[in-house]
């Protein structure tokens, strides 16, 4: 499907500061006019925060707060409701302001490895730790963002939707490097077949959907397994540029020439001096040429986004940081070189 897609040239990652969410997406459909996000604001709470919105878009499976974390449960609770009542006040306000809006709209949900890696089961112990509960959480999962898409669509008709999964925790189920409840030992490296397949099943939801459209998988851990998430059909992949290393330059190069789009995340998460927006892309641009690609395909294949999202950030440097990604998109675009 990437084929044939433009991606917009900047967009956002998901999450914002405060908790107001008639604010957040006025900021989010303001900025990016041509590539909104439907904003996630992690400090109203529990249910709010990556893990518990995923969690409440599951279907036939339900996850309640303990002390150490989400941990799925038999029936819907209270943290389920209150998770689904701020998505739904999220959606209210996103069609608010995106009234005869058509354009591509991006939708963030944690993905199945991250979730695994997350929501603990009955025992305490990660559902990473039994392939049978990863199984399952990956098509209680497909299933509701196959309902949760249709409801975007309905609330927003004109909009063709990205579907953005949250994996950070991707490397660290591939190295075994997610801990134990005890915090002694890790659980073991799943399968890179396994990830894989797993990862085609849920992307499928939306990229092989009828009215479906492209997948971005985000992760802004070190060393993104670009090649996986190609194969498993992400159409882009969205990462934090400054933890790229040279040894990414083969699969950087790879990925650019197959057709996969980055978003390159080059815009400081977090309150700080923002360099002129020439000066944050050009690493960009120092990677291109180093990779001997084409000047004139970076604006084709690089959308730029803030390096991860900006739930830590005050509400004025997420709205500056938004408007220096657009600034910094522009500047590539203008002089590619």
């Known amino acids: 499907m990437n084929d044939t897609l433009h991606f917009p040239p900047a967009t956002g990652i998901g999450s914002l500061p405060g908790t107001d969410a008639r604010e957040a997406a006025k900021t989010a459909t303001g900025a990016f006019e041509d590539f909104p996000h439907l904003p996630e604001l992690p400090a109203r709470g529990p249910g709010a925060d990556m893990i518990g919105r995923t969690a409440g878009l599951l279907v036939e499976l339900y996850a309640r707060v303990e002390p150490s974390g989400w941990r799925i449960g038999d029936r819907p609770g209270r943290d389920t409701r209150r998770a689904r009542s701020w998505l739904g006040e999220d959606l209210d306000a996103l069609e608010e302001f995106t009234q005869g809006y058509e354009g591509l709209l991006k939708v963030q949900a944690v993905g199945p490895w991250t979730l695994a890696a997350s929501l603990e089961l009955r025992n305490g112990e990660a559902a990473l730790s039994d392939p ?170 690089v959308t730029v986004t803030p390096a991860c999202g900006l739930a830590g950030a005050s509400p004025g440097y997420a709205r500056s940081a938004y408007a220096h990604c657009v600034r910094a998109a522009r500047s590539l675009a203008d002089n590619p070189e």
């Not at 992760?219 to 670009?226: H, Y």
């Not at 194969?231 to 990414?248: M, N, V, Y």
């Not at 789009?261 to 000066?279: E, I, W, Y």
């Open 132 to 301: 049978g509960a990863c199984r399952d959480l990956a098509a209680s999962l497909a299933e509701g963002l196959r309902l949760h898409l249709d409801e975007v669509r309905r609330r927003v008709p004109g909009a063709r939707l990205v579907l953005q999964l949250d994996e950070p925790s991707l490397t660290a189920v591939l190295r075994g490097q997610v801990r134990t409840a005890s915090g002694y030992r890790t659980h073991r490296a799943v399968d890179r077949q396994i990830v894989e397949a797993t990862l085609r099943d849920v992307i499928a939801v939306h990229d092989g959907a009828d009215g479906g459209g492209p997948v971005v998988v985000h992760s802004c851990a070190p060393d993104v397994p670009f090649a996986l998430l190609r194969r498993a059909g992400a159409a882009g992949i969205s990462f934090d540029f400054s933890l790229l290393t040279e040894r990414d330059d083969e699969v950087i190069g790879e990925a650019v020439e197959g057709g996969t789009r980055l978003f390159a995340g080059v815009v400081p998460g977090t309150d700080g001096p923002l360099s002129d927006p020439a000066g944050s892309v050009m690493g960009v641009r120092t990677l291109w040429r180093r990779l001997g690609l084409r000047p004139g395909l970076l604006p084709e294949a």
